[in-house]
């Protein structure tokens, strides 16, 4: 009897041994401090899961608008880069985006990171007649 026990608990432990672990990741989102540019407030921010990072810009209102106040659509020129500090780029996204009334975020740069490299991100937004002034974000990446 206690043979076919020991025999029984051998194979159920053989099975959970033959059960791969689930791997659990995390991504965390680590934002610069947010900025003013072009009336408008702006931040660049950092996903991070493991060695990948994806980086974005986010332009929002810079605060409730006026009571009464129509807001009309602004054209925004729109500039989003990373970099591994030392290293190579993380890519550039350059372009127009339309900003109403709601939040938007510019996306497309990020990849793999060696793990102990810091990541310099930096987002500018400009529209006429105010000019670019980025915001930055300098992210050790640990793994």
């Given at each position: 009897?206690?043979?076919?026990?020991?025999?029984?608990?051998?194979?159920?432990?053989?099975?959970?041994?033959?059960?791969?672990?689930?791997?659990?990741?995390?991504?965390?989102?680590?934002?610069?401090?947010?900025?003013?540019?072009?009336?408008?407030?702006?931040?660049?921010?950092?996903?991070?899961?493991?060695?990948?990072?994806?980086?974005?810009?986010?332009?929002?209102?810079?605060?409730?608008?006026?009571?009464?106040?129509?807001?009309?659509?602004?054209?925004?020129?729109?500039n989003l880069t990373?970099?591994?500090?030392?290293?190579?780029?993380?890519?550039?996204?350059?372009?127009?985006?339309?900003?109403?009334?709601?939040?938007?975020?510019?996306?497309?740069?990020?990849?793999?990171?060696p793990c102990g490299?810091?990541?310099?991100?930096?987002?500018?937004?400009?529209?006429?007649?105010?000019?670019?002034?980025?915001?930055?974000?300098?992210?050790?990446?640990?793994?």
């Amino acid at each position: 009897m206690f043979r076919k026990l020991l025999v029984a608990a051998g194979a159920a432990g053989l099975a959970l041994a033959a059960t791969p672990a689930s791997a659990t990741t995390t991504t965390t989102v680590t934002c610069g401090y947010s900025g003013l540019q072009s009336g408008l407030q702006t931040k660049v921010c950092a996903e991070v899961t493991g060695d990948q990072v994806q980086l974005y810009g986010q332009i929002g209102l810079a605060g409730p608008p006026s009571p009464g106040t129509v807001l009309q659509p602004k054209e925004l020129t729109v500039n989003l880069t990373g970099q591994i500090v030392g290293g190579a780029s993380l890519g550039t996204v350059q372009g127009y985006r339309t900003f109403t009334a709601s939040t938007i975020q510019v996306r497309g740069v990020g990849g793999t990171v060696p793990c102990g490299s810091t990541v310099h991100a930096s987002f500018s937004v400009a529209s006429y007649p105010w000019s670019p002034n980025p915001v930055t974000l300098d992210l050790p990446i640990a793994c």
